[in-house]
């Protein structure tokens, strides 16, 4: 992804500006406040967003036009070769904010996952790890590692899958999230809970099961005391037989093996008889089986009957719930009249207009009270200047004056030397007389001369020669002499004039030292400095007035007071309406009103989901005790309720088991008796000790007496019994009201240990997944990190010129050189060599993150540290780097001198 064209419609302080970039190595440059930082972040602003910060300098607030407008703006961009167009404003809020992305050449929007970061689309990263590789602000190379960013994560991704968006973190994320729906420290889990249900379950079985112990003691003891009433009585009757009968005594004697055989078999099919004719219905005779199938169908009504319970208890601990939250959701009725659901959003942006209105109010006071302390503070400088007026008016020719007396003296002094280095003793007449002799000796020189050569005399024109030539030098030399005494003359009346200008000069500065009432010409300097220090203090304090004046120009403070004042207005309207004192304490109520709708939502659905699941249940329940009665019917179950036939199934079943045992033991008697019988005629005993058969007669009283006294003790003893029978009965009765069987706990328990079992399964293997994924994530990224330590090296070697051996990176991103032997911290090295090396760590981040470096590199005056070596190095190795595209934002002219002198090809864009 590149950037083709930013469109700056408002932003901050730029209005309609629009920047075209092109491939390769764009350099943005212009002075300090042009906007070179401004631009920057509106593309990052454009592809990222704002963060959710609330502070008074978040973005939002510091890239705000003054003006009030929306801030708004399109950035153009080229990705896989398609070129979109981003339009977005931004208001005060979130939820003003706009943002399409729109195909450049059809004009249809575009549709994309994240719709307010699409940065994040054409990256595929996030906006920290984007302000951390392609985003390069002023000294702020530096990269720190924080929650946010995800740059070792996609390197090891695209290393360990080749596909950056597999994130391993995610997946051992969504595992941990398995884990923790399981078991938590709260014990909150769903392992958690079923385990505290087991421990719950056992419990109410242990209970259950003393319970059971307590009650087998109490039917051991009733049924002893049965069978011992039975056996009292049996005695009675004997007692009264044996009184009846005391002569038979001796034939019983003479059968008593016999009879007791015959007497045992007779009360078998007795019982049998009884037994068999409890366990026929009106129509079928009840077995264990049947009795089986009937238990199991019982077993699963209680289970239904028990969750209908459960859910009746959880409805009413829900409505007690609402009914407590509506009671405090009735507080809040004032809210429920108002229409608008976006309260309080309004109520934030309201709170929000008034701090911005105020701030901007007293940034006009501060202004205003800014430009009263300069003006005092230039009232007081002016005070100090004595004479004020006076030099104002004269300071230009004071300067004239000075400035020619200063030449004067300089130029006399020059003169001065100069005369008196050509001081000579000659006199003017006396070089004029040497001038005509040299005169006349020169005429007959040409005479004799002439003469020679027409006479031909060769020689005396030949000797003549040296002499002109000496009487020539002599010639030149006089006259030389007397032109500098010419000249020497016109210069001493020159330095007579200059003295003379020097003096008048000179006497123009005491008349001005008077006047300023100076002892001395220094005093009078010092006068004239401090008149030109106020000037330019002046100067600079109206310079920053009027700056301040035309900044309040700008500002319609009646506007601003106007907005003020209405929205002061609305405010205290909302805290007559909301009886609060402040928005803060609104928002508060608010957020109470929202909290309390929300939960009320859950609980009025959890309860109506509950209402319909008992229904359902009861359906259920009513169809399961239908089918029940059906099933029973002819059993003598009709006016039992349904809760309480596990009792008399309980009594069917040991009916039954009881018939089995009878007719184990009728069996075993029978075959006795036939063996003592020993082939005789069984009928003819029967007859004759049928009386006594049915009674076990025992006794050796010689009288009636003794029988009748031992009637009585044992009709006490029945009565006694018949009283402890009738209260371990009562007890017996009462034990089990509101306890579950032994039997339904110990399946329920059956059940809730399989879901434990899987449960634990499920959580180990979720437990080995994650511990072995994160093995092979950290396996993945030490084979990485050499590599990245490698790659930064290089680069810092080459922009440091340096001969560092290795670079160690953290996963902090903290970094340590080492150099010969010495592994050391970058603390110790100079600024601009962090910086190189910070460099080095975010094109090697960037290297590794885009193979084809098909992005774009945004650097801010990111070499402001550097000198000038280190930053022709720092611009080579970008270009070396061969990024499809670099914004290098810049002040210093000698960015653009060293792409020049390289030769380096790039895109001039010049701001103003």
Same mark, same amino acid.
């Given at each position: 992804?590149?950037?083709?064209?930013?469109?700056?419609?408002?932003?901050?302080?730029?209005?309609?500006?629009?920047?075209?970039?092109?491939?390769?190595?764009?350099?943005?440059?212009?002075?300090?406040?042009?906007?070179?930082?401004?631009?920057?972040?509106?593309?990052?602003?454009?592809?990222?967003?704002?963060?959710?910060?609330?502070?008074?300098?978040?973005?939002?607030?510091?890239?705000?036009?003054?003006?009030?407008?929306?801030?708004?703006?399109?950035?153009?961009?080229?990705?896989?070769?398609?070129?979109?167009?981003?339009?977005?404003?931004?208001?005060?809020?979130?939820?003003?904010?706009?943002?399409?992305?729109?195909?450049?050449?059809?004009?249809?929007?575009?549709?994309?996952?994240?719709?307010?970061?699409?940065?994040?689309?054409?990256?595929?990263?996030?906006?920290?790890?984007?302000?951390?590789?392609?985003?390069? @602000?002023?000294?702020?190379?530096?990269?720190?590692?924080?929650?946010?960013?995800?740059?070792?994560?996609?390197?090891?991704?695209?290393?360990?899958?080749?596909?950056?968006?597999?994130?391993?973190?995610?997946?051992?994320?969504?595992?941990?999230?398995?884990?923790?729906?399981?078991?938590?420290?709260?014990?909150?889990?769903?392992?958690?809970?079923?385990?505290?249900?087991?421990?719950?379950?056992?419990?109410?079985?242990?209970?259950?099961?003393?319970?059971?112990?307590?009650?087998?003691?109490?039917?051991?003891?009733?049924?002893?005391?049965?069978?011992?009433?039975?056996?009292?009585?049996?005695?009675?009757?004997?007692?009264?037989?044996?009184?009846?009968?005391?002569?038979?005594?001796?034939?019983?004697?003479?059968?008593?093996?016999?009879?007791?055989?015959?007497?045992?078999?007779?009360?078998?099919?007795?019982?049998?008889?009884?037994?068999?004719?409890?366990?026929?219905?009106?129509?079928?005779?009840?077995?264990?089986?049947?009795?089986?199938?009937?238990?199991?169908?019982?077993?699963?009504?209680?289970?239904?009957?028990?969750?209908?319970?459960?859910?009746?208890?959880?409805?009413?601990?829900?409505?007690?719930?609402?009914?407590?939250?509506?009671?405090?959701?009735?507080?809040?009725?004032?809210?429920?009249?108002?229409?608008?659901?976006?309260?309080?959003?309004?109520?934030?942006?309201?709170?929000?207009?008034?701090?911005?209105?105020?701030?901007?109010?007293?940034?006009?006071?501060?202004?205003?009270?800014?430009?009263?302390?300069?003006?005092?503070?230039?009232?007081?400088?002016?005070?100090?200047?004595?004479?004020?007026?006076?030099?104002?008016?004269?300071?230009?020719?004071?300067?004239?004056?000075?400035?020619?007396?200063?030449?004067?003296?300089?130029?006399?002094?020059?003169?001065?030397?100069?005369?008196?280095?050509?001081?000579?003793?000659?006199?003017?007449?006396?070089?004029?007389?040497?001038?005509?002799?040299?005169?006349?000796?020169? +005429?007959?020189?040409?005479?004799?001369?002439?003469?020679?050569?027409?006479?031909?005399?060769?020689?005396?024109?030949?000797?003549?020669?040296?002499?002109?030539?000496?009487?020539?030098?002599?010639?030149?030399?006089?006259?030389?002499?007397?032109?500098?005494?010419?000249?020497?003359?016109?210069?001493?009346?020159?330095?007579?004039?200059?003295?003379?200008?020097?003096?008048?000069?000179?006497?123009?500065?005491?008349?001005?030292?008077?006047?300023?009432?100076?002892?001395?010409?220094?005093?009078?300097?010092?006068?004239?400095?401090?008149?030109?220090?106020?000037?330019?203090?002046?100067?600079?304090?109206?310079?920053?007035?009027?700056?301040?004046?035309?900044?309040?120009?700008?500002?319609?403070?009646?506007?601003?007071?106007?907005?003020?004042?209405?929205?002061?207005?609305?405010?205290?309207?909302?805290?007559?309406?909301?009886?609060?004192?402040?928005?803060?304490?609104?928002?508060?109520? +608010?957020?109470?009103?929202? @909290?309390?709708?929300?939960?009320?939502?859950?609980?009025?659905?959890?309860?109506?989901?509950?209402?319909?699941?008992?229904?359902?249940?009861?359906?259920?329940?009513?169809?399961?005790?239908?089918?029940?009665?059906?099933?029973?019917?002819?059993?003598?179950?009709?006016?039992?309720?349904?809760?309480?036939?596990?009792?008399?199934?309980?009594?069917?079943?040991?009916? +039954?088991?009881?018939?089995?045992?009878?007719?184990?033991?009728?069996?075993?008697?029978?075959?006795?008796?036939?063996?003592?019988?020993?082939?005789?005629?069984?009928?003819?005993?029967?007859?004759?000790?049928?009386?006594?058969?049915?009674? @076990?007669?025992?006794?050796?009283?010689?009288?009636?007496?003794?029988?009748?006294?031992?009637?009585?003790?044992?009709?006490?003893?029945?009565?006694?019994?018949?009283?402890?029978?009738?209260?371990?009965?009562?007890?017996?009765?009462?034990?089990?009201?509101?306890?579950?069987?032994?039997?339904?706990?110990?399946?329920?328990?059956?059940?809730?240990?399989?879901?434990?079992?899987?449960?634990?399964?499920?959580?180990?293997?979720?437990?080995?997944?994650?511990?072995?994924?994160?093995?092979?994530?950290?396996?993945?990224?030490?084979?990485?990190?050499?590599?990245?330590?490698?790659?930064?090296?290089?680069?810092?070697?080459?922009?440091?010129?340096?001969?560092?051996?290795?670079?160690?990176?953290?996963?902090?991103?903290?970094?340590?050189?080492?150099?010969?032997?010495?592994?050391?911290?970058?603390?110790?090295?100079?600024?601009?060599?962090?910086?190189?090396?910070?460099?080095?760590?975010?094109?090697?981040?960037?290297?590794?993150?885009?193979?084809?470096?098909?992005?774009?590199?945004?650097?801010?005056?990111?070499?402001?540290?550097?000198?000038?070596?280190?930053?022709?190095?720092?611009?080579?190795?970008?270009?070396?780097?061969?990024?499809?595209?670099?914004?290098?934002?810049?002040?210093?002219?000698?960015?653009?001198?060293?792409?020049?002198?390289?030769?380096?090809?790039?895109?001039?864009?010049?701001?103003?």
């Amino acid at each position: 992804m590149i950037i083709k064209k930013a469109s700056i419609e408002s932003f901050a302080g730029i209005k309609g500006k629009i920047i075209e970039f092109k491939n390769g190595f764009n350099l943005i440059y212009g002075e300090n406040e042009k906007g070179k930082s401004t631009i920057e972040n509106f593309i990052r602003i454009w592809l990222y967003g704002f963060d959710n910060s609330r502070g008074k300098l978040n973005d939002r607030r510091r890239y705000s036009p003054l003006s009030g407008e929306k801030m708004s703006g399109e950035l153009t961009i080229e990705h896989e070769e398609e070129v979109y167009t981003i339009r977005r404003s931004f208001g005060l809020t979130k939820k003003e904010d706009v943002c399409e992305i729109v195909d450049d050449i059809t004009g249809d929007k575009i549709e994309l996952f994240y719709e307010n970061e699409p940065g994040k689309n054409f990256l595929k990263i996030n906006s920290s790890t984007f302000s951390k590789t392609l985003f390069i @602000n002023q000294l702020g190379v530096a990269v720190n590692k924080d929650k946010e960013e995800e740059i070792m994560e996609k390197i090891t991704n695209i290393y360990n899958s080749g596909e950056e968006n597999i994130s391993v973190k995610k997946a051992i994320e969504i595992l941990e999230k398995g884990k923790k729906q399981l078991i938590t420290s709260r014990k909150l889990g769903e392992l958690d809970l079923l385990r505290e249900k087991r421990d719950s379950l056992k419990e109410e079985l242990w209970e259950g099961y003393k319970l059971a112990e307590e009650n087998i003691e109490n039917e051991e003891e009733l049924l002893k005391k049965i069978e011992y009433k039975a056996e009292i009585k049996g005695q009675i009757e004997n007692l009264e037989l044996y009184r009846k009968y005391i002569k038979k005594i001796k034939l019983q004697k003479d059968y008593k093996e016999i009879v007791e055989y015959l007497k045992k078999g007779e009360e078998l099919k007795k019982r049998e008889k009884e037994i068999s004719g409890e366990l026929r219905t009106s129509d079928k005779i009840l077995t264990q089986e049947f009795l089986e199938e009937i238990n199991k169908d019982y077993t699963r009504y209680l289970s239904l009957n028990d969750m209908r319970e459960e859910k009746l208890q959880e409805k009413y601990n829900l409505e007690n719930q609402y009914e407590e939250k509506k009671e405090e959701y009735k507080e809040f009725n004032v809210f429920n009249s108002i229409e608008d659901d976006d309260i309080k959003e309004k109520v934030y942006i309201l709170k929000m207009e008034k701090e911005n209105l105020e701030e901007k109010i007293n940034n006009i006071k501060d202004i205003k009270y800014s430009i009263e302390e300069l003006q005092k503070e230039l009232n007081y400088r002016e005070r100090e200047i004595v004479n004020l007026e006076w030099i104002s008016k004269n300071r230009d020719n004071i300067d004239d004056i000075i400035s020619s007396y200063k030449e004067g003296l300089k130029e006399l002094k020059y003169k001065l030397e100069d005369d008196t280095n050509k001081l000579t003793n000659v006199s003017s007449k006396d070089i004029k007389n040497k001038l005509i002799i040299i005169y006349i000796l020169s +005429i007959i020189g040409i005479i004799a001369f002439i003469f020679s050569i027409i006479k031909g005399i060769f020689p005396l024109s030949i000797s003549l020669i040296p002499i002109f030539i000496v009487l020539i030098k002599f010639y030149l030399k006089y006259s030389l002499e007397i032109k500098t005494k010419e000249n020497l003359k016109k210069q001493r009346d020159g330095i007579e004039n200059l003295k003379e200008k020097v003096d008048q000069d000179e006497k123009k500065l005491k008349n001005y030292v008077q006047e300023l009432k100076c002892n001395n010409f220094e005093e009078f300097m010092n006068k004239l400095k401090q008149y030109d220090s106020y000037k330019i203090y002046k100067e600079n304090i109206m310079l920053t007035i009027n700056t301040k004046k035309e900044t309040l120009n700008s500002i319609n403070s009646n506007e601003l007071k106007e907005k003020y004042n209405k929205n002061n207005s609305i405010i205290y309207s909302l805290f007559n309406v909301f009886s609060c004192n402040s928005l803060e304490e609104i928002i508060g109520k +608010i957020n109470l009103y929202e @909290n309390l709708k929300k939960e009320l939502l859950p609980l009025e659905y959890e309860i109506s989901k509950l209402k319909s699941e008992i229904l359902n249940i009861n359906i259920q329940l009513k169809e399961r005790e239908e089918d029940l009665r059906q099933k029973t019917s002819g059993m003598d179950l009709e006016k039992i309720e349904i809760l309480d036939f596990h009792i008399k199934l309980k009594d069917f079943r040991d009916k +039954i088991s009881k018939m089995q045992e009878i007719k184990n033991n009728l069996n075993s008697v029978n075959e006795t008796y036939k063996v003592l019988l020993k082939n005789r005629d069984i009928n003819e005993i029967k007859e004759e000790m049928k009386e006594i058969i049915n009674n @076990n007669i025992k006794y050796s009283y010689e009288s009636e007496e003794e029988i009748d006294k031992e009637l009585k003790n044992k009709s006490d003893e029945l009565l006694s019994l018949e009283k402890d029978i009738k209260d371990l009965e009562h007890n017996i009765e009462k034990r089990y009201l509101g306890k579950r069987e032994v039997s339904v706990i110990e399946e329920e328990i059956s059940i809730v240990e399989e879901k434990i079992s899987k449960a634990e399964k499920e959580a180990s293997a979720l437990e080995l997944a994650s511990s072995k994924l994160q093995e092979a994530f950290l396996e993945v990224r030490k084979n990485i990190a050499p590599e990245l330590n490698n790659t930064v090296l290089n680069k810092f070697n080459y922009l440091s010129s340096g001969n560092y051996k290795e670079v160690k990176i953290s996963e902090e991103y903290k970094l340590k050189v080492k150099n010969d032997n010495n592994l050391f911290d970058i603390d110790i090295l100079s600024n601009g060599a962090k910086d190189q090396l910070y460099l080095s760590l975010r094109l090697s981040f960037v290297e590794m993150l885009f193979k084809n470096k098909d992005v774009s590199l945004f650097l801010d005056d990111a070499f402001v540290q550097y000198d000038d070596e280190r930053r022709t190095k720092a611009l080579k190795l970008l270009i070396a780097e061969k990024f499809k595209q670099i914004l290098f934002f810049t002040c210093q002219s000698i960015d653009k001198e060293i792409l020049d002198k390289n030769k380096i090809k790039y895109n001039l864009i010049q701001l103003s």
